[in-house]
Nanobody, 116 residues
Framework: QVQLVESGGGLVQSGGSLRLSCAAS????????MSWYRQAPGKERELVAR????????NYADFVKGRFTISRDNAKNTVYLQMNSLKPEDTAVYYC?????????WGQGTQVTVSS
C-alpha cells in the first residue's frame, strides 16, 4: 500500500521557519522524483520545489527561491522542505508528490499558516 505522510506543518509568525517532512512507503522511493506542492484557499495547486530521484538536482518556484530548500534521505524514504523567512502568502496546505512516470502519488497534505 502506497503512503505519503506529511508532517511538520503548523502556525508560525512571519519571518519564522518550519521544516516539513514526507515519509514514503509502499514503493521504491529512490527511483521517484519528489516534489512539494501547495494550495491556498481559492487557488490552484502549484509546484513549490522538486528534487530528482537521487537528489542531485532540485528546482524551485520563483516565489520560494532563496527561502526554501528541498532535500531527501533515500535511506529513510523521506523528503524534506526547509522553509525559512516565511511570509503570510506562504499560507497553504502543502502536499508531497512522488512521480515515476506514469506512476504518481499524493500525500494528504499538511497545513502551514503564517501570521503577520
Amino acid at each position: 500500500q502506497v503512503q505519503l505522510v506529511e508532517s511538520g506543518g503548523g502556525l508560525v509568525q512571519s519571518g519564522g521557519s518550519l521544516r516539513l517532512s514526507c515519509a514514503a512507503s509502499g514503493f521504491t522511493f529512490s527511483t521517484y522524483a519528489m516534489s512539494w506542492y501547495r494550495q491556498a484557499p481559492g487557488k490552484e495547486r502549484e509546484l513549490v520545489a522538486r528534487i530528482s530521484s537521487v537528489g542531485r538536482s532540485a528546482n524551485y518556484a520563483d516565489f520560494v527561491k532563496g527561502r526554501f530548500t528541498i532535500s531527501r534521505d533515500n535511506a529513510k524514504n523521506t523528503v524534506y522542505l526547509q522553509m525559512n523567512s516565511l511570509k503570510p502568502e506562504d499560507t497553504a496546505v502543502y502536499y508531497c508528490n512522488a512521480v515515476y512516470s506514469p506512476y504518481y502519488y499524493w500525500g494528504q497534505g499538511t497545513q502551514v499558516t503564517v501570521s503577520s
